[in-house]
């Protein structure tokens, strides 16, 4: 019996040991505001994702952070861990006297180990080409996303020194100007870095849909050809890492944020808060408590947490809304605990109906809205992003009913042999050939 048992432990670790041999190079692909319909309806026209599909395994759907945000969902797929143990709660920071456009994009933001930094501890080659919080960040290459801060601040902080002249010339025919925004061109500068040193891991980041699910919501000309863009910088990507002849030793992912909302209303929370004289003038730190606003959800803050009668005027404030139940419902702390949220706030709203946040004090505090959001608490179809990988290792025609953004870093761990503790998330069994 003990002599089976050490046999059949041989044969298991042997088999991992294959894989982990086979798997040199991970490449994850993020789709800001990627949904689960893009590759499984063809019309979307995502040729590439979806051979991918094809080749290996897919999520029905992929439950996001809260908020469904772009900065904590792409900090929780690189750290495997929620917001309130990461660090990064939105995508701007929440300041008490009036935002001054203060955003967590540096890698110091994080405070857990991340993906890039167990690759780097193994000697790896890791690049991060405009991922959220992302500069500084322990890697040989990067372009980091850095917000409205401008093209000075990316160029800064994008390494090795020089690179950005370096994809001028080399790349862009020397051109002034890279259109970051263009998914196809930060497809031919991954390509580039492909060519050049063949990372063994690289994360890269596309944007160019969610910014037109925000002009137009779910559907509509300009997101279904920005679709198709970010299908065909996926496409760029994949040649690339053929032509330098690794294609068989790397799994590729393609995952995404968060889902999109329609939305049809919009509200204002901290209006009804000025009304009560809960609100003077915040830039003068004449408050007692306020909402920040994050798209699909909102979250108040009380300027001293022992107040338990603002808290309270607060509740009663909500209570007395017209028509409340059908805009919003209450994220209490319980709920924030359980789903890991950011510990600071009291409570949370998130929106219902199609209604989104905003963070105005004067004016209507409900009014038509329109366009897509996201933000919201992340329990349901519209607002679950996807995933798809193919690659050596990982089961073909595997189909994973629902995951979560925190499992893709202890999948990456395990195929490329990582160390990762503490992770909340775990490798999806379907994911992997048995």
Do not use: C
Request: net charge neutral.
């Amino acid at each position: 019996m003990k002599r089976s048992i050490l046999l059949a432990l041989v044969l298991i670790l042997g088999g991992w040991a294959a894989r982990a041999q086979n798997v040199k190079h991970v490449v994850i692909i993020t789709v800001d505001g990627f949904r689960p319909d893009f590759y499984l309806d063809s019309s979307w026209q995502a040729v590439h994702i979806r051979q991918l599909m094809a080749e290996g395994t897919y999520a029905k759907g992929v439950n996001s952070v809260f908020p469904s945000m772009t900065y904590p969902s792409h900090t929780t797929i690189v750290t495997g861990v929620q917001p309130a143990r990461h660090g990064v709660y939105y995508n701007g920071m929440y300041e008490p006297n009036g935002s001054t456009g203060k955003s967590y994009w540096n890698d110091s933001s994080i405070k857990v180990r991340t993906i890039w930094k167990a690759a780097q501890d193994k000697g790896m080659k890791v690049a991060a080409l405009f991922w959220p919080v992302s500069a500084d960040a322990p890697v040989q290459y990067n372009i980091p996303d850095i917000g409205g801060m401008g093209e000075t601040v990316r160029e800064k902080y994008s390494k090795p020194e020089g690179f950005v002249d370096e994809l001028r010339k080399n790349v862009f025919n020397g051109e002034a100007k890279i259109e970051y925004g263009h998914d196809v061109n930060v497809g031919k500068i991954a390509a580039y870095v492909i060519k050049k040193d063949q990372p063994n891991l690289m994360t890269i980041h596309l944007f160019s849909v969610d910014h037109f699910e925000h002009q137009q919501g779910r559907d509509g000309e300009l997101v279904r050809a920005a679709v198709r863009g970010a299908d065909s910088a996926v496409g760029i990507i994949m040649d690339a890492l053929k032509d330098a002849g690794v294609w068989k030793e790397t799994v590729m992912i393609v995952t995404g944020d968060h889902g999109f909302v329609d939305v049809k209303t919009s509200v204002n929370p901290n209006i009804w808060l000025k009304q009560a004289g809960l609100i003077t003038d915040v830039k003068t730190d004449n408050w007692k408590a306020q909402f920040f606003s994050v798209g699909g959800s909102t979250y108040l803050y009380l300027k001293d947490r022992r107040d338990v009668a603002t808290l309270d005027a607060v509740r009663r404030i909500l209570d007395t809304v017209s028509n409340g139940k059908q805009l919003f419902r209450m994220i209490d702390r319980k709920k924030l605990d359980a789903i890991g949220g950011n510990p600071e706030v009291e409570f949370a709203l998130s929106g219902e109906n199609g209604t989104s946040f905003g963070n105005a004090m004067t004016g209507d505090a409900v009014k038509p809205g329109h366009g897509g959001s996201h933000g919201y608490f992340p329990d349901f179809f519209e607002i679950r992003t996807g995933f798809v990988a193919a690659g050596p290792g990982v089961r073909k025609g595997g189909v994973i009913k629902e995951m979560s953004e925190r499992d893709t870093a202890p999948s990456v761990a395990r195929l490329l042999g990582l160390d990762m503790p503490g992770v909340e998330g775990k490798a999806p069994s379907e994911l992997f050939n048995k």
